[in-house]
């Protein structure tokens, strides 16, 4: 079986681009070819693949452009099975239900929201609309669908595509329950949308590692409006001298001032390290290292998957309960839960787990029993690989004449 996997980055850039480097080679241990078309990127990452440029750009004829450059990737690479991953351009999804059986997996709101994540920047709170002419007006005062306007037009256009054809993919596929809620809201049918949780690719730790002296709360992920970053910094700022924090993803030059800036407000400069975007390996040491990890999203995530990779190693979470969170940060056994913008909240529960290691060693090994339980890469496959067989034309035998 031959699958074609549309992205619009092929690079390491962040969750979902962790997720598909992850999935690809166990796709092709288990006689699955993973073919990708791509936007931009790096080539040499994953072969085979193929560049269309056009799947990154927007606009009526960007879309014109993105479905000739899919329709020539879809002649030569002939899928049996067509996987749409974040890809902002219509034109190649047009393409692809037009060639054959085409699923799509919700990494975010785009396909339903015109901002892609139902978060509105100025008062940093979740919109609870669904998509249609009343996302202009509220982007006015509330600042969400994009924050350039000539593009608003185009990411409207979008999401209402999206709903209107809906029902055209094979099947739909959300990584949380939370998720998939938001999508029959907004107007995907039940019956074509299936949970399908992310996996956790780091093997889970035998047992919780032994706490890292000194105590350290660690934050992995974009530094992002929505992210909540700077809930971190300050509740890193209310916490005890003696804790530090680290905050490891895309902390660019100017993203480091910023932190900076804001780290010394908190009073806390010195004690906040700054990291760009870490290897695999890498952000298992980091885990090593971390007492806590602090999940301060906005948004409703549609999981979270570093959130996975800390409970792997026995790292206990106090993360926001948004979206799909709640299903790996349950309150009282992996982690606690907090309001989102709640820096307060956030200090309050780390001090709580900081001031009892028999709790945070607890905590940890049922992050590593849940990992185990719901989120190992096997398990993943093993659905996905159902619902390739499922969503493809069966393929009558010819008659034969005596």
């Known amino acids: 079986m031959t699958v074609l996997h549309v992205n619009e980055h092929l690079a390491h850039k962040g969750g979902v681009e962790t997720y598909l480097f992850g999935l690809w080679p166990r796709l092709r241990e288990r006689g699955v070819e993973p073919v990708v078309a791509y936007g931009d990127g790096d080539a040499s990452l994953h072969a085979p ?26 002649h030569a690479v002939a899928p049996d099975v067509i996987h749409i991953h974040n890809v902002q351009n219509v034109g190649a999804l047009q393409a692809s239900l037009a060639h054959g059986p085409t699923v799509l ?8 929201c015109p901002a892609n994540n139902f ?30 306007p000539r593009y608003a037009p185009g990411v409207y256009r979008r999401a209402r595509w999206g709903i209107e054809h809906a029902a055209d993919f094979a099947r739909v596929l959300a990584p949380s329950r939370g998720a998939r809620t938001k999508y029959e809201e907004s107007g995907f049918e039940e019956a074509n949308l299936d949970v399908l949780p992310y996996f956790c690719a780091p093997a889970p ?34 916490l005890p001298d003696d804790v530090q924090g680290r905050m490891v993803g895309s902390v ?35 885990l090593e290292g971390t007492s ?62 900081l001031g009892d290691e028999d709790r945070l060693r607890a ?24 619902i390739y067989r499922q969503v493809q034309p069966t393929v009558q035998p010819a008659s034969s004449h005596a």
């Not at 560049?51 to 014109?64: I, S, V």
């Not at 997996?105 to 339903?112: E, G, K, L, N, S």
């Not at 979470?317 to 907090?338: I, K, L």
């Not at 849940?370 to 398990?379: A, D, N």
Request: proline share 7%; charged share 20%.
């Open 49 to 74: 693949s193929h560049h269309a440029p056009a799947l990154g750009t927007a606009g009526l004829w960007a879309e014109a452009r993105a479905r000739t450059q899919m329709e020539t990737v879809l």
């Open 205 to 238: 730790a035998a047992s919780p590692r032994p706490l890292p002296e000194p105590p350290t709360i660690t934050y992995l992920g974009r530094i992002a409006a929505n992210k909540g970053h700077e809930y971190f910094v300050e509740a890193l700022g209310t």
């Open 119 to 148: 978060f509105h920047a100025r008062p940093q709170a979740v919109c609870e609309r669904t998509c249609g002419p009343g996302c202009f007006a509220t982007t006015l005062t509330k600042h969400c669908v994009t924050p350039r």
């Open 363 to 386: 905590f940890g090994a049922r992050g590593i029993e849940l990992v185990k339980e719901r989120f190992r890469p096997t398990q993943h496959v093993d659905r996905l690989l159902r």
């Open 252 to 286: 660019t030059e100017e993203a480091a001032a910023r932190l900076r800036d804001l780290a010394a407000r908190h009073n806390c400069a010195d004690r906040l390290s700054l990291h760009g975007w870490a290897s695999q390996a890498e952000i298992l040491k980091v």
């Open 292 to 353: 806590v990890l602090v999940f301060p999203s906005l948004w409703p995530e549609t999981l979270g998957l570093v959130g996975l990779e800390a409970l792997s190693q026995g790292v206990p979470v106090v993360a926001s309960e948004v979206g799909g969170v709640r299903e790996w940060c349950h309150d009282g056994e992996t982690g606690y839960g907090v309001p989102p913008a709640d820096g307060a909240a956030i200090a309050e529960r780390v001090a709580h787990l």
């Open 105 to 112: 997996t919700t990494h975010d709101y785009r396909w339903v």
